[in-house]
C-alpha cells in the first residue's frame, strides 16, 4: 500500500456533538492524498461509533483507555504513515485549501514546519470575524515570553515533516493546558519553519471556555517553563526574570478574573513584582483571555 503524503490526527474525547463536522471538513480537502487517524481516547458517549461510521478507506480509528488529549496525540504519531504531519482538535475544522496551501509553504521554503492564523468561531463553527495572526517574530522568544500570540492553536494549526518527530519532537503526556505551547517550543528550537499568512483553521469557541481549570492552568504552565529552564532557553538571567514575571502574571490574573478568587492570586502578583517590577504596568486582560480561550477543553 503506498504511504500517504500527509497524516491528520484527531485526538477525541467525548466529542460526539463536534466529530463530524471536523472530519467532513478534512473529506472537503482540495488536497486527497492523505490518512485520517482519529483516536479516541476512552469516551463515554457516541464518539467511538461516529468515528467508525465514515465509509472511506483513508479514515483509521485507534481506539484506547482514556489517557489525556497529549497521550492520544502521541498514539495517532506511532500509527501515522505520512511524510508530513498534521493535528486537528476534535471540535475545530479547516478550510478547504488548509492542507494543500501548507504542503505548499513547506516545500517552497524548505522548512521543517508551517502554520497559519487561525479564524475563531462560535459553538456553531461560525466565523466571528476575530482571526489570531501568528507571529513573525522569533517564535521561540515570543513563546517565552507569553504575552503574544506565537502559533496560535498550534495543534488545530500546524504541518510538520516527519523528521522533527524521528528527531525527539513529542508531547508531554503530563501537560495538558499548556501541551500546544511545550510543542510549539520544541519544533521552534530546533527545526525551521514559515507562517502562512491567513487563516486557514477554524478554531471553535465553545460557551464557559474561558473557565477552565486555573489549577490545572497553574500546574501545567509552572511545569512549562520548568521545562524551558532546564532545556537552557531561560539561560540569561534578565530574560528568566521577565518571562516568569509574565509566567506568574498570567497565573495570578486567572485566578483574579476567571476564577474570582483575589487571596489565590496574590502570592502569584507578588512573585511577579519581584521577578520584574515593571510587570505592574502591564495588563493582564486581553493575555488571560488568550490563553485560556487557546487552551484544549480536554
Known sequence: MTKPEVSIIIPAYNAQSFLSETVNSVLAQTHA?????????????????????????????????????????????????????????????????????????????SVDWVFSDIALCDEFLNPTGKVLE???NDTLTTILTNVDPAVPGACSNVMVHRRCYENG????????????????????AGFSHRRLVGAYSLYRVLPGSMSKNITLYQKDHLRLFNKARQRGHLND?????????????????????????????????????????????????NRIWMQHYLAPSR
Open 169 to 188: 519532537v513529542f508531547f508531554d503526556e503530563h501537560l495538558s493546558n499548556a501541551a500546544d505551547q511545550d510543542f510549539s517550543m520544541q519544533l521552534a
Open 134 to 136: 501568528g507571529n513573525d
Open 237 to 285: 538571567p534578565r530574560f528568566r526574570r521577565m518571562c516568569m514575571a509574565n509566567v506568574y502574571w498570567a497565573i495570578g490574573g486567572s485566578w483574579w478574573l476567571l476564577a474570582e478568587r483575589p487571596l489565590r492570586a496574590l502570592p502569584f502578583f507578588f512573585k511577579a513584582f519581584l521577578s520584574s517590577p515593571k510587570i505592574i504596568i502591564r495588563p493582564i486582560r
Open 33 to 109: 492524498d492523505w490518512e485520517l487517524i482519529i483516536v479516541n481516547d476512552g469516551s463515554t458517549d457516541g464518539t467511538l461509533r461516529i468515528a467508525h461510521g465514515f465509509e472511506d478507506d483513508r479514515i483509521k480509528v485507534v481506539d484506547q483507555t482514556n489517557a489525556g488529549v497529549s497521550a492520544a496525540r502521541n498514539a495517532g504519531l506511532a500509527a501515522s504513515k505520512g511524510t508530513f504531519i498534521s493535528f486537528l482538535d476534535a471540535d475545530d475544522a479547516m478550510i478547504p485549501s488548509n492542507i494543500a496551501m501548507k504542503l505548499a509553504c513547506l516545500k517552497e521554503n
